[in-house]
């Protein structure tokens, strides 16, 4: 550093939407101690951040999306309405997904319950609500149920593993550079093309590659395996992916 150097003041980049902090600042011991030891009412609300208000907003979607399933079939399946409406709501959970990380950097400002709150988000936006679709549309055997259940539980697997990996890199001030297997947002993927099948009309009794094994315990629908496979896919420790 120069003698000119020395005596100037660095000034820090202040962050903007468009052009954010690269990260959030670290929560410190004070934050940790006011999360263990503050009992006001509705103190746990005080202690979010607006970011923590979007990722619910995610949340939010992922709900309503399984209601629209629920509704779909409570209308015996005559009201495509509502299987659309549950398919836009991931996509929109999806923006809002997005949406809080940004935030979070812009206002470099984050939460402890902030990772938290994104993957149980997550998971019932791109894990159990894809999951509802699929079985409202007609993967309803014994075996396409195990199959759509595998799919939840590899999502949660994936988001937990992912936590943990974050959490062990942030003690060495590092940051995950990469995803191992597929994120669970891409079931997004999976939503688009079930899209497609109800608009062509190729859902319950007219799914492609019918109905194998028909009558036997094993009954189960060639299409259910998209969700095993993408299952397998999100535990995956050699599928790596750049985290962008």
């Excluded at 099948?197 to 189960?220: D, I, T």
């Amino acid at each position: 550093m120069s003698t000119s150097d020395r005596g100037r003041t660095v000034v820090r980049r202040r962050s903007s939407f468009f052009s954010p902090s690269p990260s959030p600042p670290p929560v410190g011991e004070k934050d940790e101690k006011l999360f263990t030891t503050d009992n006001r009412h509705f103190s746990m609300l005080r202690q979010l951040e607006y970011a923590d208000y979007i990722t619910m907003m995610n949340c939010f979607c992922g709900f309503n999306s399984i209601v629209s399933t629920c509704r779909y079939i409570m209308s015996g399946y005559g009201s495509s309405n509502y299987a659309f409406r549950a398919m836009f709501l991931t996509f929109l959970g999806f923006f809002f997904d997005v949406f809080d990380g940004r935030v979070a950097r812009w206002m470099n400002k984050s939460s402890l319950m902030g990772k938290e709150l994104d993957s149980l988000a997550d998971l019932v936006s791109f894990g159990v609500a894809p999951a509802a679709i699929g079985f409202s549309l007609g993967l309803q055997t014994t075996l396409d149920v195990f199959l759509l259940t595998f799919f939840v539980l590899c999502g949660l697997l994936r988001l937990a593993r992912f936590n943990v990996t974050a959490a062990i890199l942030s003690k060495g001030h590092d940051k995950v550079s990469h995803f191992e297997g597929l994120p669970i947002p891409s079931s997004l993927g999976t939503v688009a093309v079930m899209s497609l099948a109800l608009r062509w009309n190729r859902v319950h009794n007219n799914l492609p590659g019918g109905l194998r094994f028909a009558g036997s315990l094993y009954e189960f629908h060639p299409c259910a395996l998209i969700f095993f496979l993408h299952g397998c896919s999100m535990i995956s420790k050699s599928l790596k992916i750049p985290k962008l």
